[in-house]
C-alpha cells in the first residue's frame, strides 16, 4: 500500500523551468521532483479533458430537446465520444513520449476548443458525431497529461483521489453555471461555446505543467500490459465501469417505469454527481487505510445489491437513495483500481490505461445493456449491471489467486 504520510506532495523542489528527465525521485515521486503547483496544474488539464463526463446529460439533453438529434443518435454522439476519450488517452499515454508537456497540453487544449466550436455550430448527427469524437480524442489526451504524472508517484492512489475530486468539483460547478444559466439564454451552442473558453482560459495553466516528465525506471511499454495480471486488472476496471454506465444511461426510463418523472430523476443525476465529489474526496482519506482487495471487493458487493435493488421495482425514496450510493462508490473506488493496476504491473505501464477501461467500460455498457432491452420493460439493465459487477470482483479474485501460486512456487 502507499505511504500513509500525510504530507503535501512534492511541493517546495524543482522550480517550473527545470527538466525532470532522468532525475531520481524525491520522498514522493518515483522519478522526478514536481512541485505542488506543477502538480495542480496538470491535474486541472486532466479534469477540463473529463468536464464533459459530467455535463453530457445537460448538453446532450439540450441537443435532444432542441431537435438536433433524436434518442438513438445522442446515445451514439455519446458512445462516440467516451469511446474516442478512450482512444486519445491510450495513444497520448503509451504512444508518445512523456517530453514537451507544456506544449502538447497547449495543443490539445487549442483542438478542443475548436472541436467545441465546431459542435456549437455543427448540422445533423453526422457531423455533431464528427465533432464530438475528434473532441474525445483531444479530450483522452489531456487525460493522459494527468494519468502520467500520477503513475510517477510513489501515492499514486492518493493522488488519483485529487484528480477524480478537482474534475467532479468542476464538473458540478460548471452543470450548474450551464443548466441555470448558459442553456436557458443561449442553448447548447451556448453551452459548447462555455466549454471553449474553459479549453483557452486553461492555456495559462498549461505553462506550469512540468516542461518534461521523468522517464519511469523502465521505458513504458505495451509489452508490460500484454500480461495476465495486467490484463485481468484492466478488465476488472472496465467490468465496474460497465455498471455504472448501463445504469447511468437508462436511469430516466427506469424511473419512468417505476413512476417517476423525468424532472425527479434530473434532480436525482445532480445529487449523485455532489454526492460523486464526496465519495471522492473520502477515498484520499481512506485509501493508505484500507486494503485495495477488501475496498475493490466491498464495492463490487454493494454494486451488485444497488443493482438489484433498482431491478426490483423500488419506490421514489429507494430509488433515489439506491441512485445516491452508486454515485458515491463510482469514484471512491478510483483510487483502489489505480493500485490494483500498479500490483499487477510494477513497470507502471497498466496504470497509464486505467483511465481508457474506465471510460471504454461507460461507453460498452449502454450499448450491452440495450441489447438486453424488451419493449419498454427496462429491468434487464440493472440486471445486466449487477452480472458486470460480480465480474469485476470475480476478475479480482482471479489476480489474487493468480498472486499466490507464483508465490507458492517461489
Not at 174 to 198: D, E, K, Q, R
Request: some cysteine; charged content about 10%.
Amino acid at each position: 500500500m502507499a505511504s500513509t504520510n500525510t504530507g503535501h506532495t512534492g511541493t517546495g523542489h524543482t522550480g517550473t523551468g527545470h527538466k525532470d528527465t532522468g532525475h531520481k525521485g524525491n520522498g514522493d515521486w518515483l522519478v522526478g521532483n514536481p512541485t505542488g503547483g506543477q502538480l495542480a496544474s496538470a491535474l486541472w488539464i486532466g479534469s477540463v479533458g473529463l468536464l464533459i463526463l459530467g455535463l453530457q446529460p445537460v448538453l446532450l439533453g439540450a441537443l435532444y430537446t432542441e431537435g438536433h438529434v433524436s434518442g438513438d443518435e445522442l446515445a451514439l454522439v455519446a458512445t462516440a465520444e467516451m469511446i474516442a476519450i478512450a482512444i486519445g488517452s491510450a495513444i497520448v499515454a503509451m504512444l508518445l513520449s512523456a517530453h514537451n508537456m507544456r506544449w502538447k497540453s497547449a495543443v490539445l487544449l487549442l483542438l478542443l476548443a475548436l472541436a467545441n466550436i465546431w459542435t456549437a455550430y455543427a448540422a445533423g448527427a453526422g457531423t455533431l458525431m464528427a465533432a464530438r469524437a475528434l473532441a474525445g480524442l483531444a479530450e483522452g489526451g489531456l487525460v493522459a497529461v494527468a494519468t502520467e504524472l500520477i503513475a510517477r508517484s510513489r501515492r499514486a492512489e492518493r493522488i488519483g483521489g485529487y484528480f477524480v475530486t478537482m474534475q467532479t468539483l468542476a464538473q458540478c460547478a460548471l452543470a450548474l453555471l450551464l443548466a441555470l444559466y448558459v442553456i436557458p439564454a443561449a442553448g447548447s451552442a451556448g453551452g459548447f461555446l462555455s466549454l471553449a473558453v474553459v479549453c483557452v482560459l486553461s492555456l495559462v495553466i498549461a505553462f506550469i505543467v512540468p516542461a518534461d516528465y521523468a522517464d519511469l525506471p523502465k521505458e513504458e511499454d505495451l509489452a508490460n500490459v500484454l500480461t495476465v495480471s495486467s490484463i485481468t486488472a484492466l478488465l476488472s476496471v472496465f467490468c465496474y465501469f460497465m455498471f455504472f454506465g448501463a445504469v447511468w444511461a437508462f436511469l430516466e426510463p427506469l424511473g419512468a417505469q417505476f413512476g417517476i418523472d423525468g424532472r425527479t430523476v434530473g434532480l436525482i443525476v445532480s445529487a449523485s454527481l455532489a454526492v460523486q465529489v464526496l465519495g471522492a474526496m473520502t477515498a484520499t482519506v481512506f485509501e493508505a487505510r484500507i486494503d485495495y482487495r477488501i475496498a475493490i471487493a466491498a464495492i463490487g458487493a454493494v454494486a451488485v445489491v444497488a443493482s438489484l435493488v433498482l431491478a426490483s421495482g423500488p419506490g421514489l425514496t429507494t430509488f433515489w437513495v439506491t441512485a445516491l450510493v452508486m454515485g458515491f462508490i463510482l469514484l471512491f473506488i478510483v483510487p483502489y483500481q489505480i493500485r490494483l493496476a500498479i500490483t499487477a504491473d510494477e513497470t507502471r505501464t497498466a496504470v497509464l490505461l486505467v483511465p481508457a477501461a474506465q471510460l471504454f467500460g461507460l461507453a460498452i455498457g449502454p450499448v450491452a445493456a440495450s441489447l438486453l432491452i424488451d419493449g419498454k420493460d427496462f429491468r434487464p439493465v440493472p440486471e445486466f449491471a449487477a452480472a458486470s459487477a460480480v465480474a469485476s470482483v470475480a476478475l479480482l479474485g482471479l489476480i489474487i489467486l493468480v498472486a499466490r501460486r507464483r508465490r507458492i512456487v517461489a
